[in-house]
């Protein structure tokens, strides 16, 4: 198929993984940002497990990436030591923290304690309300 009839997804995936076959083959590192943008979750975990297995990489090259599929924190793939949260701070600043400042046991279910806010990182999306006045509503077609 033509590139440009690929799914953006599918076209992300490739733009994604030349940069990845370099690093690898090299041992060097790659640093990604909103690694998921238009990648299935699915995908996005074979992406990263590329830098994970030995077969693939044998010259321990290394993977830096954002995120917010959370996903990946529940997927194994990716060691508590190599987790750090984002937090904007009140100057709208980002500020970094690393897994490891929290009192985890090996059975906590990551993914699920950070949905729960225990890490920061997650932003405040109470529900949104949308209110127009009698004013601005369209008028009913009789």
């Known amino acids: 198929?033509?590139?440009d009839s690929e799914s953006k997804g599918t076209r992300t995936l490739i733009s994604l993984l030349i940069p990845?076959?370099?690093a690898l083959s090299r041992g060097s590192l790659l640093?990604?940002?909103e690694l998921d943008t238009s990648l299935h979750p699915n995908l996005a975990r074979a992406f990263v497990s590329l830098f994970?297995?030995?077969?693939?990489?044998?010259?321990?090259?290394?993977l830096v990436f954002s995120?917010?599929?959370v996903t990946l924190l529940g997927s194994g793939?990716?060691?508590q030591d190599e987790i750090w949260m984002t937090d904007k701070n009140r100057e709208g600043a980002s500020e970094f923290t690393p897994l490891t400042n929290f009192k985890l046991r090996s059975r906590d279910?990551?993914?699920?304690?950070?949905?729960?806010?225990?890490?920061?990182?997650?932003?405040?999306?109470?529900?949104?309300?949308?209110?127009?006045?009698?004013?601005r509503l369209p008028a009913a077609k009789q």
Do not use: C, W
């Open 20 to 22: 990845a076959l370099e």
């Open 77 to 79: 793939l990716i060691q």
């Open 109 to 135: 279910d990551i993914e699920r304690a950070y949905r729960h806010g225990r890490f920061g990182g997650v932003p405040a999306a109470d529900d949104f309300l949308v209110a127009f006045g009698a004013d």
């Open 67 to 69: 995120t917010h599929d």
């Open 52 to 62: 994970n297995k030995k077969d693939s990489n044998p010259r321990s090259a290394q």
């Open 1 to 3: 198929m033509d590139y």
């Open 31 to 33: 640093v990604i940002d």
